[in-house]
């Protein structure tokens, strides 16, 4: 397999599209959405789409 993560993970795209899940799970879990109470959301997407990419 020669395919990098980036393109596995279906590139930009697909790295943006994890990050919205993964920020929504995080809103949507009663346990810790206070944490995010204050954030804003597409912001924090836009952050953790970079975290990703550059990981
Ligand atoms: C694939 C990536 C990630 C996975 C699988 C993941 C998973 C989890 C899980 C399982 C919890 C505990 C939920 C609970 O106790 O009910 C959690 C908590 C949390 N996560 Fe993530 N997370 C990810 C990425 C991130 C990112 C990128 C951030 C930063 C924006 C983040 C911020 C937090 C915070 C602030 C908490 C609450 C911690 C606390 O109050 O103790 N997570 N996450």
Known sequence: MSDTLFERL???E???NISSDVVD???DNPTISAR???S???KLKRMVTEL???S
């Open 25 to 27: 799970l995080h809103l």
């Open 14 to 16: 697909g790295i943006r």
């Open 10 to 12: 279906g590139r930009e």
């Open 40 to 42: 804003d959301t597409t």
């Open 52 to 54: 990703f990419r550059w």
């Open 36 to 38: 995010f109470a204050a």
